[in-house]
């Protein structure tokens, strides 16, 4: 059972414009949500996290937005740069002190 | 400079033989993952372990081993009871529940 899911698999943005990746998930527990940012070949990267009594979290050029009810959330890079290409995934911890659910992914590529 | 180290960046081994990957933290975390990326597949969690001398099943256990003797140090061991070895795999220690995971550069096991 895939409690966090992406369902695009990528995703083209032309550069200077908004790219929106999107996630949604079933568990309504989850305390937390977090996006890393993956290239080749590398670990993830903590990318920006929202709490679950948050609508909305902004870290510069990133912003997440949880809705609740819909139990969706989205990333958005505003403006897209060439280096936002890569591969970008949507996570939650099962709880406090356990393991993370990510999803699948997904890939970002960023045109000139 | 705290951080985790995974060695090899890559690895070549032959069918039928076991091989062992290499993750050693300095951050001083109990907890430490062990995830596999394969393509389209995003992040499948190996083995745990939140604290020495103990350690759990993932969501894909099969064919693989750890051990976690010391805070610092949690290898894993590929048997030739995975059936599909080939992948990249990356080990993470867990911080912040905001946060998430530090993950390791990972390390390309190829079987050959």
């Known amino acids: 059972d895939q409690q966090v899911k992406q369902n695009s698999p990528s995703l083209s943005v032309q550069e200077g414009r908004i790219s929106i990746l999107n996630c949604d998930y079933t568990?309504?527990?989850?305390?937390?949500f977090l996006w890393y940012k993956k290239y080749p070949a590398e670990g993830p990267t903590f990318l920006i996290s929202?709490?679950?009594?948050?609508d909305k979290n902004e870290d510069g050029r990133f912003t997440v937005f949880l809705n609740k009810s819909a139990k969706h959330l989205s990333l958005h890079i505003v403006p897209s740069q060439p280096g936002d290409s890569a591969v970008y995934f949507c996570?939650?911890?099962?709880?406090?002190?356990?393991?993370?659910?990510f999803g699948k992914g997904t890939r970002l590529h960023i045109l000139p | 400079d705290g951080g985790i180290t995974q060695s090899p960046k890559y690895l070549f081994r032959k069918e039928g033989q076991n091989v062992t990957l290499s993750c050693e933290q300095n951050?001083?975390?109990?907890?430490m993952y062990w995830y596999r990326q394969d393509p389209g597949q995003g992040l499948r969690l190996i083995y745990y372990s939140q604290i020495v001398n103990d350690f759990q099943k993932g969501d894909i256990a099969e064919g693989y081993s750890v051990s976690r003797e010391k805070k610092e140090s949690f290898p894993l061991t590929v048997t030739s009871a995975q059936k599909n070895p080939t992948a990249f795999y990356l080990c993470?220690?867990?911080?912040?529940?905001?946060?998430?995971?530090?993950f390791g550069s990972g390390t390309r096991l190829t079987v050959v």
């Open positions: 568990n309504s527990m989850f305390d937390y």
């Open positions: 951050l001083n975390h109990d907890a």
């Open positions: 996570a939650a911890p099962l709880n406090r002190d356990d393991k993370i659910i």
């Open positions: 929202i709490s679950s009594i948050k």
């Open positions: 993470a220690t867990r911080t912040d529940p905001r946060y998430g995971y530090t």
